[in-house]
């Protein structure tokens, strides 16, 4: 059984910066897929980040160059840094797992607004 559970969201104003966590538990390989998602009310889910397994890193076209994905394997712990924040930026973050299956956290609702 895995479980996810992020944290670290809250209201920021625009040009602002948040740091997501992602605290895994249970059956939590190293070498398995972590990311990001968002989704903002009345749009689908759209990825924001992933890493592999081997550190490698991809980014969804509206957050690159401002968000940066890293993960604790020593922790079991994934993380999303966020720097100049935009109110589009708006959505509930949810943190995902792969292995076998897809995991889901509960999400972090994420409001960038003056």
């Known amino acids: 059984q895995v479980q996810l559970v992020e944290s670290g969201g809250g209201l920021v104003q625009p040009g602002g910066s948040l740091r997501l966590s992602c605290a895994a538990s249970?059956?939590?390989?190293?070498?398995?897929?972590m990311g990001w998602y968002r989704q903002a009310p009345g749009k689908e889910r759209e990825l924001v980040a992933d890493?592999?397994?081997?550190?490698?890193?991809k980014y969804g076209d509206p957050v690159k160059g401002r968000f940066t994905i890293s993960r604790d394997n020593a922790k079991n712990t994934l993380y999303l840094q966020m720097n100049r924040l935009k109110p589009e930026d708006t959505a509930v973050y949810y943190c995902?797992?792969?292995?076998?299956?897809?995991?889901w956290g509960q999400g972090t609702q994420v409001t960038v607004s003056s």
């Open positions: 995902w797992y792969y292995y076998y299956q897809d995991y």
């Open positions: 249970g059956s939590i390989f190293s070498i398995s897929p």
């Open positions: 890493i592999n397994g081997n550190g490698r890193t």
